[in-house]
C-alpha cells in the first residue's frame, strides 16, 4: 500500500486559524461602521447574542488552559468588536420595533437572548467537558448563521416573513421618516407598514 509521512506535510493550521480570524474581524469591523453610519444594527440579534457568548466563553475558557494562543487572542480581539456592535443593537435597535414587542419591551427582551446565548454553549460545556463542548457548541452557531444569512432556508424565512408582514395588523403612529428597516422595503412591505 501506499505510505505517506505525514510529517513531511507542511502545518498550515496556524495560517488558516490567521485568515479566518482576520475575516471575522473585519466582518464584525463593518459591521460596526455600517451600524454607525446608518444609525442602525447590521447584525440579527441571535447572532450578535451566539458570537458575543462565544467570544467571552472561549477567550476566558480556553485563554485559561491555553494563554494567549492565536486562537484566543482573535478571539478576544473579536470579543471587543462584539461589544461594539451590542452597543449598535443596544442604542439603535430600539426605534426599529415600535410595537410587537414594543420599544419598553426591547431591552428585556435583548437581554433575555443575551442569556440563552449563555445558557446554551455552557450546557454543552457542562455535558461534554470544555474543548467537546466549545466544538459542538461551534456547530450550533454555524447553523444558525446558515439559518440567518444564506442558503434556501433563508430564503423560504424571508418570504414567511414578508407573508406574515403583509398580513400584520396596521399600526397609527406619528409621521416620522422610515426607519432604516422600512426604506429597505418594498411594495407590499413597506405598505403593509405604513399604513
Known amino acids: 500500500m501506499w505510505d505517506f509521512d505525514l510529517s513531511l506535510r507542511p502545518d498550515y493550521s496556524n495560517a488558516l486559524v490567521l485568515l479566518g480570524g482576520l475575516?471575522?474581524?473585519?466582518?464584525?469591523?463593518?459591521?460596526?461602521?455600517?451600524?454607525?453610519?446608518?444609525?442602525?444594527?447590521?447584525?440579527?440579534?441571535?447572532?450578535?447574542?451566539?458570537?458575543?457568548?462565544?467570544?467571552?466563553?472561549?477567550?476566558?475558557?480556553?485563554?485559561?488552559?491555553?494563554?494567549?494562543s492565536l486562537p484566543v487572542v482573535i478571539t478576544a480581539a473579536r470579543l471587543v468588536l462584539d461589544i461594539a456592535v451590542l452597543y449598535t443593537w443596544f442604542k439603535f435597535g430600539p426605534r426599529h420595533f415600535p410595537e410587537n414587542p414594543g420599544e419598553r419591551w426591547f431591552v428585556p427582551w435583548s437581554l433575555l437572548v443575551i442569556v440563552v446565548s449563555f445558557v446554551?454553549?455552557?450546557?454543552?460545556?457542562?455535558?461534554?467537558?470544555?474543548?467537546?463542548?466549545?466544538?459542538?457548541?461551534?456547530?450550533?452557531?454555524?447553523?444558525?448563521m446558515s439559518l440567518l444569512f444564506i442558503g434556501s432556508l433563508s430564503c423560504l424565512f424571508d418570504l414567511i416573513y414578508i407573508a406574515l408582514l403583509s398580513k400584520a395588523k396596521p399600526y397609527e403612529k406619528n409621521q416620522q421618516q422610515p426607519t432604516i428597516v422600512q426604506q429597505n422595503m418594498t411594495g407590499v412591505e413597506f405598505d403593509?407598514?405604513?399604513s
Do not use: C
Not at 446608518?38 to 472561549?58: C, E, M, Q, R, T
Open 192 to 194: 403593509a407598514f405604513r
Open 120 to 144: 446554551l454553549p455552557s450546557a454543552f460545556i457542562m455535558q461534554f467537558g470544555d474543548y467537546p463542548g466549545l466544538a459542538y457548541t461551534a456547530f450550533m452557531q454555524n447553523l444558525a
Open 23 to 68: 475575516s471575522g474581524i473585519a466582518l464584525y469591523a463593518e459591521a460596526v461602521r455600517v451600524g454607525l453610519r446608518d444609525k442602525g444594527y447590521a447584525i440579527p440579534v441571535w447572532v450578535i447574542g451566539l458570537n458575543f457568548s462565544w467570544a467571552v466563553i472561549h477567550t476566558l475558557l480556553v485563554g485559561k488552559i491555553e494563554g494567549s
